[in-house]
Structures are given as C-alpha cells and as structure tokens.
C-alpha cells in the first residue's frame, strides 16, 4: 500500500514532468486542476498541495487570469527538473569505438545542454544489453539502430519503444575474413556478436552459417579472424582500422534494410510516456544531426 506521503511525492513528479514539457513546448496555459485530477487518479486536494509545493520550491511561479485560466508566469527549469524526481537523464550509447558513435553522443548532449537540462552520456557493449540495462531502469534512454530495434521488439519481444530518429548510425557491416580467403555464402562459417541485434538480423537475414557455439565479443571478432580463430565474422567497417591481414565483403543489402541499418533511434521503457514526451522536447532530430556532421568533419570537437 502505496502511504500519502509517497502518494504526495509521486503526484508531485508527475505534475512536474508534465510542466516542465509544456513549458519546454513554449507552452504555458494549465489544465484545470480536477484534469490533473482525474489524469493522476488522485483528489483535487493533493494536486493543489503538488502546485503549492512547487511554487514553495521556487520551481514556478502561477499567474491566475479568472475565466481566462492559470499560466505559467515564471520557471526555474533547473529546480523544476529536480522536483521530477529524474535525478539526471543518462542516455546509454553504443561503445564509443569510433568517431561516429562519438559525434552522435556529442550531437544528444549538446541538443539536451542547450535547453539546460542535466545530461550523462555512459556507454554498453550491443542493444541487447543497453535495453536489459532500460528495463532495469538503470538509465532513461538508449540509442540503437533501427534495425536493431526491430528486430529487439518484433523478434525478442523487448519491452520498450522508440521515441524516434535520432541522427546516423555507421551501419556498414559486412563479413570479415582473412586475406586471401574467399566468403561464400552459405558456406563460410560466420561468427556474430549475439549481444548486438543488428548482428543477429543479418545473421538471419543471410541464413549464415553458424559458427561453432561460443562468446563472442564484437570488439574481439576482426583480431579473432586475424588469428585464425575464427573462419569469418561480421563487423563494422570502420572498426577494422587499417585493415591488415583482412578482407572486407560487404554485405548487399535492399535500400530499406540499409536506411535501417544507418538510422539511429532512441528508445525508453515500454508506457514511460513522461520520459517519451520529455526527449521529443528536448531532443532535436535536425539539431543533433547537425552537430553530428560537425564533428564528422573536424569542424567541431567531441564533447559528452
């Protein structure tokens, strides 16, 4: 049984989040109070004592116009993001392996700096263990391809649900054999990183050989192969490096499975509709690929 003052406090987050939106919307006309009410399943009583909490905090201040409504006349984000109980928003990115991984989680934190909001950036080995890591509640977002995160919804059955594109995933995978060795489809056996999901939908997508039942570590695949360890794998072009000893094959893919494979979304927890709306506030699709291509270029530097 959830007590009134752990009631009070989550009435209180809910409302907060939901100002804050509105006023990141440039936005500041307020429901009536029994809307937020009804919407938070709770009395008029405890969402007036949410209201006057905030304002004691210094996060709002109201302006009631009689028939007209109230509105916000004034907003401390920073107190206003605290009493949301979010702590800090920590969005999980894919390994930093290479510099476009890199430009993207410098595109996601300026995008979310600008509108001065508190923001870390963590990484995670593959989209299989960044959406464990969201389930867990163990960050706010992730960012995956969209290939991925088709394949961890329709195939794995994952709880969660994208907010929307986000900027450009490197996405030139293909396979990896040593110099020398042909790739023959259906016939080379294929080493995959199982925790990678855009790994495991071109395994299928390909009906690749197995290789033979193992961990295998996607930063570890182009050295395996090197090493004769493993007959071929799938990797990412641009984490081959200089490329010695290898030879790349890549992949033919349609237009569409491609776009998907390039594209990177960001997702949350399956119903965290406050967290939803918060990103589609405050993460700025044009914006973030904008500074992305910067950093691409060299005309801007890395920063998360």
């Known amino acids: 049984m959830i007590s009134s003052i752990n009631k009070q406090q989550l009435v209180r987050e809910r409302l907060a989040r939901e100002l804050l939106v509105l006023y990141l919307n440039g936005m500041n006309h307020l429901r009536p109070v029994q809307q937020y009410a009804e919407g938070f399943g709770v009395g008029r009583g405890t969402v007036q004592s949410a209201f006057q909490e905030l304002k004691a905090m210094g996060a709002i201040t109201l302006n009631a116009c009689g028939a007209r409504g109230t509105f916000l006349a004034k907003v401390d984000r920073r107190k206003l993001f605290d009493a949301c109980g979010y702590g800090e928003l ?41 959406t464990k890591i969201l389930a867990r509640q163990k960050c706010d977002f992730a960012i995956m391809s969209l290939l991925a995160y088709e394949t961890a919804v329709n195939v794995r059955k994952d709880a969660i649900e994208s907010v929307g594109r986000i900027g450009e995933y490197p996405g030139d995978l293909g396979v990896v054999t040593r110099e020398g060795r ?58 081959l490096g200089s490329h010695a000893g290898l030879c790349f094959h890549p992949l033919e893919l349609s237009e569409a499975a491609r776009v998907k494979l390039r594209t990177a979304v960001a997702v949350v927890r399956q119903g965290d509709a406050s967290m939803r709306e918060l990103l589609l506030s405050v993460l700025e699709p044009d914006a973030v690929s904008q500074v992305q291509k910067q950093v691409l270029a060299g005309e801007r530097l890395v920063k998360y």
């Open 90 to 130: 920590i969005c999980l990115m894919p390994l930093d392996a290479n510099h476009h991984y890199r430009s993207l989680a410098t595109g996601i934190y300026e995008s979310i700096s600008a509108r001065e909001l508190p923001i870390h950036i963590l990484f995670a080995r593959g989209s299989r263990n960044r």
């Open 182 to 239: 042909p790739y023959v489809p259906g016939e080379t056996k294929v080493a995959f990183d199982d925790h990678s999901y855009d790994q495991c939908a071109l395994h299928a997508l390909f009906s690749m050989r197995d290789e033979e039942p193992a961990e295998y570590l996607n930063v570890q695949l182009a050295d395996m192969v090197r090493q004769g360890r493993v007959e071929a794998a799938i990797c990412d072009r641009s984490s």
